[in-house]
């Protein structure tokens, strides 16, 4: 069973149209990497949320980083 945020982190990706999504995990977080505009996007996604603020914090990283990359 995968967990919330990293849930949140792949719909984000695909929302994105990032492409060769991947993600594995790295002791306690998770890394997912894909390519927007030949441009490769990696991030960093808590395996447990730490706080109420965890979800959002997660989610507008995620989303700075993929904009960011569509901007290029």
Known sequence: MRKPLLETALRLYEEAGAR????WR????YRVRGVINEIPVTTTVPGSPSDHRAALNNEHQI???????MLK
């Open 20 to 23: 060769d999504v991947e993600h």
């Open 26 to 29: 790295t002791g306690k977080h």
């Open 63 to 69: 989303k700075r980083a993929l904009r960011e990359a």
